[in-house]
């Protein structure tokens, strides 16, 4: 298990790499480079820039040099120093403007997978052990609901029933006084009464098709023999509902940490615009429109290195789960 | 003493499915004597593996017992230390309610088919078989431990106390069976139901489990049900024997007047089924087949169900009228217009 585990973490290291170079190369392509569409921002205001200041910033931020240098500046630079690079529109260093909001999105991600996972495995399994029950009909008619409405347009309708309804702001991850402060407990305090609507939000749109996942493979499990046979036992129903097929049927949930963290960060993306929430997703976008790369190019890398370490992660609670999949040597 | 274990009487399991009513058993009836084997024999899909989950009470959905009585007596000790029997109306009881549990698993247990399938494939054999234990007796978990590395060793388990921590998938399929069967045995029932226990398994380990079964029967003093479509089987195993076509009991005999005197023709044909070794090269001729299939169960033959394949049918009586069962010689039964009381 534990030579299983190295050797995945070994394999990572060339599929970041990878991932590091597609990302540069990706934000690259767009043609002309932040300077560019910043001196088309400034002329359209009617600011005439001079040329030889434009030129002393591309020799500053080293945007003449040829891709590959840049690259492996930037690269040298998070490997030995730790240092993201400076963004260019916001003037400060990249590390500075991203951990906070890193931080929040993997809370919010990982808040919104708990939540939907409470949600989603007991009416799952209800719903298959009371298959076309009138339960059943209803819970399904509303996932379907859950899978087609996206997570902004939850985001829009919650936020407008809160405005007129309730009076209630119900935009942002913090109260006005604590959004720029430092970290404490009161922080804390605030960002969890805060936290729970986007979460809420992102959990809907997801729970829907766990519902569906959930019953469909207990669906599967629910008649074969080894069932049987434990209420052949004298087991309670629940108890060899839950301890048997459930156990086999949770296995896609472990399966799918990886990606379903991913999915959710996508969905929070669109969602923090809507809510104006202090996450990386609006930041990133802004980042990317104005070819700030070294900003964008670090959410990048940094986002897809938590999707490979989620499927880490995923594949190590399978094998933990299943003992079929534990490979011994 | 009372001597009898388990009664049958006219049951009916229906099937209520979209397409029709499926009459799965159909008014069967039978009895096992304590520490005896009744074989039931017949193709796939006469009802064998339903009147065993009848017994059970575990008929899966959209399943019903609609008529009859399963009647259990079971074996109470008194508190002088002498034994009484207590009778439980099996079909009277609540199927997943506390009484019916406790009987399941510890008085009636089951042998499934497919051993493959039968344990869960992320538990260890240990977690199953300690689990039936520690349901239906008071032990603690080492105790049950004990127990279960107790009872594969009993079974033929090589290495008990290291494969007891075994998943199923690390087992062949003979050793799945043997954990099957330990898991069977650990709250040593009165009745052991074994349905098909052996047509996954290749001929040798048929034959071990087989004789370990009969073995264990001897050392516990258990009836067994043997449900199986293997006639050879059913010489090596019963002592009583009845045959079920279409959801019927159609003959009921001693294993050997079956064997020597089938009353009812379709029992005659499936013995004519069976090859024989050693049968001299000019007396060979093609073996016997009995000719069509079973029918739709939802478009069951009027009369006798047996009349469209039967080699013996009269025109006008058996696509007319349904024969009852009769007891035609003492302790053999049939169904079949061709005999009288």
Redesign the interface.
């Known amino acids: 298990m534990l030579a299983y585990i190295v050797r995945r973490i070994l394999i990572m290291i060339p599929t970041l790499f990878l991932i590091s170079v597609i990302s540069f190369a990706l934000i690259q392509l767009p043609p002309g480079d932040y300077l560019t569409s910043y001196v088309a921002q400034l002329r359209s205001m009617g600011d005439n820039i001079q040329q030889e200041a434009i030129d002393a910033m591309r020799d500053r931020y080293g945007l003449g040099q040829p891709v590959y240098v840049q690259y492996f500046k930037w690269i040298e630079g998070i490997v030995t120093r730790g240092d993201w690079g400076q963004s260019m529109e916001w003037q400060k260093p990249v590390s500075e403007l991203i951990w906070e909001r890193m931080g929040l999105t993997v809370v919010l991600a990982v808040f919104s997978l708990l939540v939907s996972w409470l949600i989603a495995i007991p009416v799952g399994v209800y719903s298959a052990t009371h298959q076309y029950s009138m339960p059943d009909y209803a819970m399904s008619i509303l996932s379907f609901v859950g899978v087609g409405v996206p997570a902004f347009l939850w985001a829009l309708i919650i936020m407008y029933f809160a405005q007129t309804q309730l009076g209630m702001n119900v935009g942002g991850l913090f109260s006005q006084q604590y959004l720029e402060a430092p970290w404490t407990w009161d922080r804390v305090v605030d960002l969890l009464k805060h936290i729970w609507i986007p979460g809420l939000i992102v959990a809907i749109e997801n729970t829907a098709g766990e519902i569906r996942t959930t019953r469909a493979n207990l669906l599967d499990e629910i008649n074969k023999p080894y069932v049987e046979l434990a209420r052949a036992k004298g087991l309670t129903e629940n108890r060899l509902i839950w301890k048997y097929p459930v156990r086999v049927a949770m296995n896609p949930f472990f399966s799918t940490v990886g990606w379903s963290l991913a999915n959710r960060i996508s969905s929070i993306t669109l969602m923090s615009v809507v809510l104006s929430l202090q996450t990386t997703g609006p930041m990133q976008l802004r980042a990317l429109l104005s070819q700030d790369m070294y900003l964008a190019g670090s959410f990048l890398v940094l986002l897809s290195t938590l999707t490979v370490v989620g499927t880490l992660i995923s594949d190590i609670l399978l094998a933990w789960v299943d003992p079929r999949i534990r490979m011994e040597a | 003493m009372d001597n009898t274990l388990l009664e049958v009487k006219n049951l009916k399991t229906y099937f209520f499915l979209d397409e029709g009513t499926a009459r799965a058993v159909d008014g069967v009836d039978f009895e096992i004597k304590r520490g005896q084997t009744l074989g039931i024999v017949g193709e796939s899909g006469c009802g064998k593996s339903v009147t065993a989950r009848s017994v059970?009470r575990?008929v899966?959905k959209p399943g019903r017992i609609v008529e009859g009585e399963i009647t259990l007596h079971r074996l109470v000790a008194k508190q002088d230390g002498s034994k009484m029997t207590d009778l439980i109306r099996l079909t009277e009881v609540d199927p997943?309610g506390s009484l019916m549990?406790?009987?399941?698993?510890?008085e009636m247990?089951?042998v499934?088919?497919?051993p493959m399938?039968?344990?869960?494939?992320?538990?260890t054999i240990g977690d199953q078989i300690g689990?039936?234990i520690r349901?239906?007796q008071k032990v603690s978990k080492a105790e049950a431990r004990a127990k279960t590395i107790q009872m594969l060793e009993l079974v033929g388990f090589p290495r008990p106390k290291q494969r007891v921590d075994a998943?199923p998938?690390q087992l062949s399929g003979g050793l799945r069976q043997r954990a099957?069967i330990a898991?069977a045995l650990s709250c040593h029932p009165s009745l052991l139901i074994a349905d098909e226990p052996t047509t996954a398994l290749d001929v040798t380990t048929e034959a071990q489990i087989l004789k370990l079964m009969r073995s264990l029967q001897q050392e516990l003093g258990m009836a067994i049900m043997y449900i199986t479509h293997n006639l050879g089987v059913v010489a090596q195993m019963t002592e009583r024997v009845i045959v079920m076509y279409m959801g019927k009991v159609v003959e009921e005999a001693n294993v050997d007047t079956i064997f020597h005197n089938p009353l009812h023709p379709y029992t005659s044909a499936l013995l004519r089924s069976i090859p024989r070794l050693g049968m001299k090269a000019r007396e060979r001729q093609r073996l016997a087949s009995i000719r069509g299939t079973v029918p739709d169960p939802y478009a069951i033959p009027k009369g006798c169900s047996f009349h469209p394949r039967c080699d013996k049918k009269i025109r006008g009586v058996c696509d007319q009228q349904e024969p009852t069962y009769i007891e035609v010689e003492p302790g053999h039964k049939a169904r079949c217009v061709l005999y009288k009381q």
Not at chain 2, 101 to 106: I, N, T
Not at chain 2, 117 to 123: D, E, G, K, N
């Open positions: 059970l575990i899966p997943m549990r406790g009987l399941r698993g510890s247990a089951l499934p088919q497919e399938a039968s344990l869960s494939p992320v538990h689990e039936a349901l239906h998943y998938y099957v898991m």
